[in-house]
Structures are given as structure tokens and as C-alpha cells.
T-cell receptor
Framework: GAVVSQHPSRVICKSGTSVKIECRSL??????MFWYRQFPKQSLMLMAT?????????EQGVEKDKFLINHASLTLSTLTVTSAHPEDSSFYIC??????????FGEGSRLTVL | GENVEQHPSTLSVQEGDSAVIKCTYS??????FPWYKQELGKGPQLIID?????GEKKDQRIAVTLNKTAKHFSLHITETQPEDSAVYFC?????????????FGTGTQLKVEL
């Protein structure tokens, strides 16, 4: 299957700082990428749809000013958690969509806010 | 919107036995049904998917069946091995091009015992 790389895999930051997570499709171009949040022992919760060259579409209840998404190229989308607080600690996962509609996921990023 | 239910939440089988996980969906417009395997601390891995124009698809020890009339689909794993132990998620979407926004089931923790 297609390869999606997510970086960093783990990040620890102080409360009030911002953290950027990158999602790259390594062997295909992805017009659309998605960002999810996953709590322990729960399913994936879609946060936003990232479209190359246009603004992201956020799900209801997700603060767009808190979770900044940029999809600057066909192989890279970034999620920036701004002014992070302990309640933002979570497992964040991205997926990239192929031209046939399949979604391939990154390895996830574990964010811990102290 | 789409609602996907998944059962069972946990499943324990003996090595070599078969495992079956079932999902139901609510939106008759859904036409794409992938299954993902997620190991602890990692991102979901696409293991098989089926589109609504077929009723069954098989890939080695893994098979998926789809009943559009009843709106349910199932994952079948034969000759289970310890490395099959993981959380499995089903998903559904009404994909017609553009962004493929999946709705996930709640997950099944599969444990294959020696």
C-alpha cells in the first residue's frame, strides 16, 4: 500500500506553546488529507479535511484557530496546535487520500502538554 | 449523517480459528467500506476494502462480505495467528469523488491466543 509519513511521532511541550505536526504522502500525491484525534481505547474522531491550495474544512466543535491546518503541496499537510494546554494531549493521526479514494494513515503523533 | 455500528467490541480466539467482525451502516448512499488494523501506538493500516458493486472480496486469509440490502458488512480472518492481535475498525462512506470522508465503527479488540 501507499506510504504516509507523520512527524514527530512523540512530542512533549509546555502549556501555552505551539506544536506543529507534519503529514507527508511519500509515494503518491494527495489532493485531500484528513486529520483525526484519537483518545485511548476509542475510535478515530475526524477533526478536519485538508485540501491542497484551499482552506481546511473543520468538523463541528473543532476550533479552527486552535488547530491550524495548512496543505501547501500535494504531498504535505501540517497541523499546528496553538497555545497548547493539557486537555489537548492526545494521539493525532493524519490520512492521505489516493486518486482512487483509498485512505492511508500516518503512524500518529502522541502529544503530551505539561 | 452516516452511523456505523461494530460488533463485538472484544473478540478472543484460539490460534488457527477464524474470527468474524460485523458492522452495520445506516446511509444507503454509502458505497465504500474499508477495514483497518491498528496496533498499539500506531496508525491504522488498510487491510482490505470493498465497494458496493461487489458482494465479496478476498485477500489470502482475509475476506470481506457486503450485504447492501441489509446494510451490513463483515470481516473474516481465517487461520488466525498471534500477529493478527490488534484493534480492527470498519468504516463506510458515500464516495463519489472529492474528499472521501469515512465514518468509523467503534473498533474490535481481537486477541489471538496460543
Amino acid at each position: 500500500g501507499a506510504v504516509v509519513s507523520q512527524h514527530p511521532s512523540r512530542v512533549i511541550c509546555k502549556s501555552g506553546t505551539s506544536v506543529k505536526i507534519e503529514c507527508r504522502s511519500l509515494d503518491f500525491q494527495a489532493t485531500t488529507m484528513f486529520w483525526y484525534r484519537q483518545f485511548p481505547k476509542q475510535s478515530l474522531m475526524l477533526m478536519a479535511t485538508s485540501n491542497e491550495g484551499s482552506k481546511a474544512t473543520y468538523e463541528q466543535g473543532v476550533e479552527k484557530d486552535k488547530f491550524l491546518i495548512n496543505h501547501a503541496s500535494l504531498t504535505l499537510s501540517t497541523l499546528t496546535v496553538t497555545s497548547a494546554h493539557p486537555e489537548d494531549s492526545s494521539f493525532y493521526i493524519c490520512s492521505a487520500q489516493t486518486s482512487s479514494g483509498e485512505l492511508f494513515f500516518g503512524e500518529g503523533s502522541r502529544l503530551t502538554v505539561l | 449523517g452516516e452511523n456505523v455500528e461494530q460488533h463485538p467490541s472484544t473478540l478472543s480466539v484460539q490460534e488457527g480459528d477464524s474470527a468474524v467482525i460485523k458492522c452495520t451502516y445506516s446511509d444507503s448512499a454509502s458505497n465504500y467500506f474499508p477495514w483497518y488494523k491498528q496496533e498499539l501506538g500506531k496508525g491504522p493500516q488498510l487491510i482490505i476494502d470493498i465497494r458496493s458493486n461487489v458482494g465479496e472480496k478476498k485477500d489470502q486469509r482475509i475476506a470481506v462480505t457486503l450485504n447492501k440490502t441489509a446494510k451490513h458488512f463483515s470481516l473474516h480472518i481465517t487461520e488466525t495467528q498471534p500477529e493478527d492481535s490488534a484493534v480492527y475498525f470498519c468504516a463506510a462512506s458515500p464516495y463519489t469523488g472529492g474528499g472521501n470522508k469515512l465514518t468509523f465503527g467503534t473498533g474490535t479488540q481481537l486477541k489471538v491466543e496460543l
